[in-house]
């Protein structure tokens, strides 16, 4: 790294802005993990592969992938002091790392490019329920169908940006933080409300059976890959954002605490989302392995049977939008704090030009989720699909994979940074090298079908 790089670094390092606090950063990282995976993903994969037994396998899969590559890519983001690309380069010593870094940039703004279009979706699913419209007609799957073929979705996902893009140009204290500490401490109370509300249920002990119950007989090794992949994706790995997050992290947090406490905090809120998404479809008589759709068209039928439905079902899709937009603040924060290091831009106009960048793109993403461009399929996919198969199944495995091989074979101060007591320092660092590079492998042969 040349003089003048380095005196760039430090000069941008002592005016970047920062997290006020251990709590404010903990709770930012786990709203980024805290996304639709856990409200809308995790029950129905769960619903899939036989519940309980999948469960546990999750539990496990998070603990021996999921918090090692989380506690490497904070670790990683605190010592560079930076972005996925200046951190990547700066800890390797060699620019060929910064290149294979700003996959974890391009990757999130893809991912924003469609995730705000689901985003979107659960916003006008709140309007309409809490104002009963969404129950005026039965036919829930007809109705999704029929708002996604309309342009209601992109005026709803430039909500979303516009939202996401005003918080994020507020900065990290004043924007990203301060948000976190208002909307996850009041997703759990909603979540909590609807728990409670939900074990009051008929078919409340049938659903927690079925989702805590293991039945191993149903598990297989696909079962297996999949919830390697759901505890890799869950805790936002491979998108640059814990990175990034890092990197605004105090040199006297500790890593590990705070890791711990982020893993605690997604699978809490996923244990939360399936005790209330179970109880809900057994009672009113839908599959449980009903899929995608399961959000959309299925559970609008369960609140419509409730008294007081369209108000639980408001409450219900506002999770869902809190959930996601959180996890939208995350998304953008990565290539936004990039271009403000790259080309020293101010934050507010790197905000806009990233926001303008993906709606370039989320335009006809949006419109190809059910609209006019849906039956455009090069190479048998439309733009939205290809978006969620080159990110979720080829970008993100490489680049949590990248980390693991920067921390395992290339950067020798990542125990010290980690702060790990020597034998968990070792454990780690055997993990790192030869364990969690294996397993995203196969998570990555799985994602794209050779496995």
């Not at 439309?382 to 994979?401: E, R, V």
Request: aromatic residues 14%; proline residues 4%; contains cysteine.
């Amino acid at each position: 790294m040349s003089r003048q790089q380095k005196s760039t670094y430090r000069r941008i390092d002592k005016n970047k802005d920062q997290f006020s606090s251990s709590s404010g950063f903990i709770l930012a990282a786990i709203g980024s993990s805290v996304g639709l995976g856990n409200m809308w993903k995790f029950p129905y994969v769960t619903g899939q592969n036989g519940g309980g037994a999948f469960f546990l396998l999750f539990i496990f899969c998070l603990v021996l992938v999921g918090l090692p590559v989380l506690l490497g890519e904070l670790t990683v983001g605190r010592a560079g002091r930076g972005d996925p690309v200046t951190a990547f380069r700066k800890l390797s010593g060699k620019r060929g790392w910064g290149a294979i870094g700003f996959i974890a940039v391009l990757a999130p703004f893809l991912i924003l490019t469609y995730y705000s279009t689901i985003a979107g979706w659960t916003l006008h699913y709140a309007f309409e329920s809490l104002t009963g419209v969404l129950y005026a007609d039965p036919d829930y799957g007809g109705h999704f169908t029929a708002f996604t073929a309309g342009w209601g979705p992109v005026l709803w996902q430039l909500a979303v940006l516009l939202l996401t893009g005003y918080i994020i140009a507020r900065g990290i204290t004043g924007g990203l933080e301060k948000f976190n500490k208002i909307v996850i401490p009041g997703l759990l109370i909603i979540l909590l409300v609807m728990l409670v509300w939900t074990l009051t249920l008929e078919g409340a002990a049938e659903g927690i059976s079925y989702f805590l119950y293991p039945d191993f007989s149903k598990l297989t090794f696909q079962s297996a890959l999949m919830a390697l992949g759901l505890a890799f994706f869950s805790l936002s790995l491979g998108i640059g954002a814990m990175v990034t997050y890092g990197g605004y992290v105090d040199s006297h947090q500790s890593l590990p605490a705070a890791t711990l406490a982020v893993g605690a905090g997604d699978l809490v809120y996923a244990l939360i989302a399936g005790l209330i998404i179970f109880p809900t479809i057994f009672t009113f008589g839908i599959e449980p392995n009903a899929g995608p759709g399961l959000v959309f068209a299925a559970l609008p039928a369960a609140f419509a049977s409730m008294p007081y439905g369209e108000w639980f079902g408001g409450l219900f899709f506002i999770l869902l939008a809190i959930a996601a937009l959180t996890s939208c603040l995350s998304l953008i924060e990565v290539p936004v704090a990039f271009i403000i290091r790259r080309f020293q831009m101010k934050r507010s106009w790197a905000t806009a030009l990233v926001m303008g960048a993906v709606y370039v793109i989320a335009l006809p993403a949006t419109l190809a989720a059910g609209g006019v461009l849906t039956d455009w399929k090069p190479g048998g996919r439309n733009l939205f699909d290809w978006l969620d198969f080159i990110t979720s199944n080829i970008m993100l495995p490489l680049s949590g994979l990248f980390v693991t091989l920067l921390i395992g074979f290339v950067w020798t101060g990542a125990k010290e940074e980690a702060g790990l007591r020597p034998f968990m320092g070792r454990v780690w660092g055997m993990m790192m090298r030869y364990v969690v590079p294996i397993l995203i492998i196969l998570i990555f042969l799985s994602s794209i079908g050779i496995l």
